[in-house]
């Protein structure tokens, strides 16, 4: 898939900016993975210091789409591992935004997929399978539904209600 530009979306795309179908996430998160730029419908997930969720979605097929992992900015312990990142590249996922920390960084940078976090932590999460899935959830104040599209490069993460076209 060819990537978009963000900087460049932002600019051809005032209008949707100005009515809220194009959004940015705020500044705050690191890249990590081979893949710099992605995009894809987005899969939503909350949890906490748990990671059992996230590794049932990433057991399943990816088609392309993006995992945006509402962790609640926890910053105690990883979500997303080396094993979880090699089995989203394998699932065919293209990418993972977590809100919160992942751990394993050399073996994500290996893997050829794209991912952003808040941080990297040693910690592991906790495995009780608490958590909602394909909910709306809110990320540093932007709401973000199921479905809608992200696209991620070294300038920023946009959130779109549509596809946007190069």
Same mark, same amino acid.
């Given at each position: 898939m060819a990537a978009l530009a963000t900087a460049?979306?932002?600019?051809?795309?005032?209008?949707?900016? &100005?009515? &809220?179908?194009?959004?940015?996430?705020?500044?705050?998160?690191?890249?990590? @993975?081979?893949?710099?730029?992605?995009? &894809?419908? *987005?899969?939503?997930?909350?949890?906490f210091e748990d990671n059992v969720l996230i590794r049932q979605l990433l057991e399943t097929r990816g088609e392309g789409r993006v995992l945006v992992i509402d962790g609640g900015g926890s910053m105690r312990c990883a979500l997303v591992g080396g094993n979880l990142g090699q089995l989203a590249q394998k699932m065919g996922w293209a990418g993972i935004v977590v809100n919160g920390c992942i751990r394993d960084?050399?073996?994500?940078?290996?893997?050829? *997929? @794209?991912?952003?976090?808040?941080?990297?932590?040693?910690?592991?999460?906790?495995?009780?399978?608490? &958590?909602?899935?394909?909910?709306?959830?809110?990320?540093?104040?932007?709401?973000?539904r199921e479905g809608v599209w992200l696209y991620a490069d070294s300038d920023g993460i946009l959130i779109s209600t549509s596809e946007l076209s190069l």
């Open positions: 460049e979306a932002c600019d051809t795309n005032t209008a949707l900016l &100005g009515s &809220g179908d194009l959004r940015v996430l705020p500044p705050i998160f690191q890249i990590y @993975g081979q893949c710099r730029a992605f995009s &894809g419908p *987005i899969v939503t997930l909350k949890v960084v050399d073996e994500i940078n290996g893997c050829d *997929i @794209g991912v952003r976090a808040l941080a990297s932590h040693p910690v592991k999460s906790s495995k009780k399978g608490i &958590g909602e899935k394909h909910i709306p959830i809110n990320i540093a104040g932007t709401l973000i």
